[in-house]
DNA sequence: TTGAAAGCGCTAACAT
DNA sequence: ATGTTAGCGCTTTCAA
């Protein structure tokens, strides 16, 4: 591999020079630039950008730690993300934490240690103090990590209202929430889907029900639950559920129970993915601006690098859109 | 952030010493090695990795190139890469192509620049020579890039006579494939699919009919070319698709005719993800075996990274299987 | 068992 | 307009 001197003597210059024209900065001649220029090519030179990090330029590297990967939701978001930091000049370095904080922290370190210029994440253990202390630029996707970090969400509190009106718009009146629910805490942004249902059904003088779901169980189990529940509650008319995925083992096993939806069960769901929506565009469901919370996320972290910007319990909250389907039609 | 002059300090010994506590090497009394590590927790010393890999030592870290991250199936190869990879010590670096050449190009001079150990690529774009000039180890996924690279893949052209055979064996006569059609080209590895069906067929005195289906098009285009073509060709009664997702539109476009799925046309797809599986079990399918793949990947850059084994011309291949489900009925 | 010092490839202050 | 040189934080000979 070609280094700097190895150009410089190419081109008859020193190492200062070659530096110059790389870095195009201080007074050059054509001459000398040219010169340097053809000795590069000449030895096919890739400045190495370790020994430059060195120095303290920045890395132009970012750590991005989602808690899953073949989520479709997750999927869709860290490519948006991943593009955009490309268009920026960075490079990912993909944390895939999968639900594991030791794993998570284990990644931390190495991140810190690689002398990234920032960190994105999007996991949800709450057992890792270590990002309230870390000096390094850190934002936060759905999550409040501390007070000096900055969390970007959508506005799960507006997009659960929104899907429990359009249930209630399309008639329905023995309302259900199925997920996993957590009554009353909302340490995590997205239990305020659960309030936002609650309100909504509120202000509609209808009573809110709720499935408990964990998110964890198989998808087989998960089916089980739900025939179950189906099969039990012949009222219920109307189901929210907290992702797009639940929403549509619902309407699978009602067709599987001969349950007509929409026509006796109206259900919606959340996140409304690319993916999801090809394939079943018969789904209601709240969509999360996606590029937009790349968009956002990115220009923050870019703001704490480049700006050296600080935040102080800054919640940015994007809102969310209703797609209004087949599986809410009156 | 700390340094090792620091830690040095704080212990009261050389910097040598704390470089040898760290790496492990050399002798050290075990009361200096205490001395170093309570230093190094007090002042939470974390190694720069860049200084490290200065001197030449590995960085521990890997470029992974794919088309995309929102398809399921790289999805869960990239997930498994990177969990797989992570257990051995190293990080990934995230690089979604796009299909697009330039963007590959591009990322294929940072890797260099960043000094990675190692690539693992899986685009399938014919224009980049760079990746035969590297020296860096590489391994691909299913295309073919110069005879050093050693070329990973599942057995396309077993798991499409896999798939042929079934739908044979279900009772079909008239059967179609639908994809990407290259008739005769055979680059890609992918076309072996085409291939393996053609020669089923022959094999079961049947003759082998095509769709053609870019890939590129939209989901609404290729529905309304399916849509098309099942109207237009009642005669057939058997399909195998180049992937999950077309057998996925396939079998939507038939349930909106009133085609019944399996009684008058059987359907078969490729992939075989745990998304879809997990989704639509009723669609047979051929698994590709992520997890192997994966693994095969992985080691096999091991093996150029530390072993410094030489490939010519190899070839691995891992065998599909048949997941036989209600599509493929009789 | 430990330390001094050279140097990895680059940048940037300081000279000229 | 160009060059000399001192580091960046670490590893590693070589010497003690």
Redesign the interface.
């Known amino acids: 591999m070609a280094k700097l001197s190895d150009v410089a003597k190419k081109a008859g210059v020193s190492v200062t020079t070659v530096s110059r024209v790389i870095n195009n900065y201080g007074s050059l001649s054509e001459k000398t630039k040219n010169a340097v220029f053809t000795a590069m090519h000449e030895l096919n030179y890739?400045?190495?950008?370790?020994?430059r990090?060195?120095q303290g330029k920045q890395?132009k590297?970012v750590g991005?730690i989602f808690p899953?990967?073949?989520n479709?939701f997750y999927?869709?978001l860290?490519?948006d993300i991943?593009?955009k930091l490309?268009k920026n000049g960075y490079?990912?370095?993909?944390?895939?934490a999968?639900e594991n904080a030791e794993?998570e922290l284990s990644?931390l370190?190495?991140l810190?240690?690689?002398?990234v210029d920032g960190i994105i994440v999007g996991t949800h253990s709450n057992e890792i103090k270590e990002y309230q202390t870390m000096d390094l630029p850190v934002v936060s996707f759905d999550r409040t990590l501390g007070t000096k970090i900055p969390t970007i969400s959508s506005d799960n509190f507006q997009g659960a209202q929104l899907a429990t009106q359009e249930l209630v718009d399309s008639g329905a009146n023995n309302i259900y929430f199925i997920g996993k629910t957590h009554l009353g805490s909302a340490k995590n942004p997205t239990d305020l889907r659960e309030k936002g249902f609650a309100k909504t059904l509120e202000q509609n003088s209808l009573k809110p029900h709720y499935l408990d779901l964990d998110n964890d169980l198989s998808?087989n189990i998960k089916k089980m639950k739900i025939r179950d529940f189906l099969t039990n509650t012949p009222t219920v008319d109307g189901i929210f559920t907290s992702d797009d995925?639940t929403a549509?083992?619902v309407m699978?096993v009602a067709q599987s129970l001969k349950i007509d939806v929409p026509k006796n069960l109206k259900v919606i769901g959340f996140d409304g993915t690319?993916?999801i929506q090809?394939?079943h565009p018969e789904l209601s469901t709240i969509a999360q601006p996606i590029q937009d919370i790349a968009e956002l996320l990115i220009g923050t972290l870019d703001e704490r690098i480049n700006q050296h910007k600080e935040f102080e319990n800054a919640k940015l909250v994007l809102p969310n859109r209703l797609i209004k389907s087949n599986s809410t039609q009156k």
Do not use: G, H, W
């Not at 890739?46 to 020994?51: E, H, K, V």
């Open positions: 890739q400045p190495n950008s370790l020994a990090s060195l890395t590297l991005v899953s990967i073949t479709p999927a869709e860290i490519a991943e593009d490309f490079k990912v370095i993909l944390c895939n999968n794993k990644y370190r190495m810190t240690a690689n002398q998808n995925f549509l083992l699978e690319q993916l090809s394939f």
